[in-house]
Each structure stands twice: as structure tokens, then as C-alpha cells.
């Protein structure tokens, strides 16, 4: 059964011919859409190492606080034995 409009155009045809290029056009959004999961996922896994390296050294590093107690005391110290040694 061939249904044509008014200029002579099969409409049956073209709209099979649309219906292929739908589903063309769905599968490659699909296609894409996995890459992009795929990214995000590999991206998730790149963080979560990069916090652990994070973690680790913040776990090691020295407080502000404790750099400046040492400090002060080994210059308290240091000013002190020079101050009787001086006399």
C-alpha cells in the first residue's frame, strides 16, 4: 500500500527511511553516553587515589603549632647558653 501527498512523496518510504535514521542517531547518543560513563568512572577511581595520597600526607606533615613550639624552645635555649656563656 503506497500513500503519497500532494507533490507525489511516498510517505510510507520516508518515514521508514526516518525511523532508520532515528534509531542510527539513538545508538550513537548510546554510544557516546557509555564513553562518557566509562570517563566518569575511571575519572571516580583517579580521585579516590589521589585522596588517599592526600590523606597520607596530611597524616605525615608537621602542625603549624608543634614547628613553632620547637622552634621558640631551641631559640629560648640557644639565647640562653649564649647569654651565660657571655658573662
Known amino acids: 500500500m503506497s ?3 500532494a507533490s507525489g512523496v511516498n510517505v510510507a518510504a520516508e518515514l521508514a ?3 532508520g ?3 542510527t542517531g539513538f545508538e550513537k547518543i548510546h554510544g557516546q553516553l557509555s564513553l562518557i560513563a566509562q570517563a566518569q568512572q575511571s575519572t571516580a577511581v583517579d580521585v579516590a587515589k589521589l585522596e588517599g595520597r592526600v590523606d597520607a600526607l596530611e597524616a605525615r606533615r608537621w602542625p603549624m603549632g608543634v614547628i613553632a613550639t620547637v622552634s621558640g624552645s631551641v631559640s629560648a635555649f640557644v639565647a640562653a647558653g649564649a647569654f651565660f656563656l657571655g658573662k
Do not use: Y
Request: proline share 0%; charged share 35%; no cysteine.
Open 21 to 23: 535514521e532515528m534509531t
Open 3 to 5: 500513500i503519497s501527498d
Open 17 to 19: 527511511l526516518l525511523r
